[in-house]
């Protein structure tokens, strides 16, 4: 598996987690990554993205106030940062990549990694 995603498990609600994708091979150091999550019953959607440098992020309407994307290319590693999470935040959140951050956004991905459990409930 070239792209692991961890960090998820059960959050209180106002809770936060940090999740982490890690490119195993070094294959996606100069690609935009990005995090999508599918909760149950419902199809996968986008949450954010960040460009090869980190110098460029995108975050979907919903969560941009609260999640952080960012990456350490040293560390081979994305993250996403979330905090004030919500029960309708809970999913499987996998990490993706693709040669921009267009790309990423409409879904149309080279590379998908495993998912990770985020539950939000008290």
């Known amino acids: 598996v070239q792209l692991q995603a961890s960090g998820g498990g059960l959050v209180q609600p106002g809770g936060s987690l940090r999740l982490s994708c890690v490119d195993s091979?070094?294959?996606?150091?100069?690609?935009?990554k990005g995090w999508f999550r599918q909760a149950p019953g419902k199809e996968r959607e986008f949450v954010a993205a960040i460009g090869w440098s980190g110098g460029d992020t995108y975050l979907k309407d919903s969560v941009k106030d609260r999640f952080t994307i960012s990456r350490d290319n040293a560390m081979n590693t994305v993250y996403l940062q979330m905090n004030s999470l919500k029960p309708e935040d809970t999913a499987v959140y996998s990490c993706?990549?693709?040669?921009?951050?267009?790309?990423?956004?409409?879904?149309?991905?080279?590379?998908w990694g495993q998912g990770t459990l985020v539950t939000v409930s008290s």
């Open positions: 993706a990549a693709a040669k921009a951050i267009p790309i990423i956004v409409t879904g149309r991905v080279d590379y």
């Open positions: 091979g070094r294959t996606f150091s100069n690609y935009a």
